[in-house]
Nanobody, 124 residues
């Protein structure tokens, strides 16, 4: 089993930046992919980004391409999401997730393990 703990959320003004972190513990060698998913009140939940642990290849939602960067440090068992040029529509609870096998479906909200989430609020 894998445990995920997110941190780094907060409140920023539009145009600002935040970096989210997700520390994984437990059977981390069993993960095929990791990623970020977000959910805001009265909005459709959205997959944000995912990374494959075998080759660090990445995929992003169109809404965050060019602004967000997903990365990981395998030595620290930590996943990151660097968020730049934040906009009010980025306001949401951000969840870290991990998948055990292909295909990686985190971008459609399917993961084997989930964190508790960290809140990001962007004001205009």
């Amino acid at each position: 089993r894998v445990q995920l703990v997110e941190s780094g959320g907060g409140s920023v003004q539009a145009g600002g930046s935040l970096r989210l972190s997700c520390v994984a513990s437990g059977d981390t060698h069993s993960t095929y992919c990791m990623g970020w998913f977000r959910q805001a009140p009265d909005k459709t939940p959205e997959g944000v980004a995912r990374i494959l642990t075998a080759d660090d290849s990445t995929n992003y939602a169109d809404s965050v391409k060019g602004r967000f960067t997903i990365s990981r440090d395998s030595n620290k068992n930590t996943l990151y999401l660097q968020m730049n040029t934040l906009q009010p529509e980025d306001t949401a609870m951000y969840y870290c997730a991990a998948g055990r096998r292909a295909p990686c479906e985190i971008l459609i909200g399917r993961g084997d393990y989930w964190g508790q989430g960290t809140q990001v609020t962007v004001s205009s």
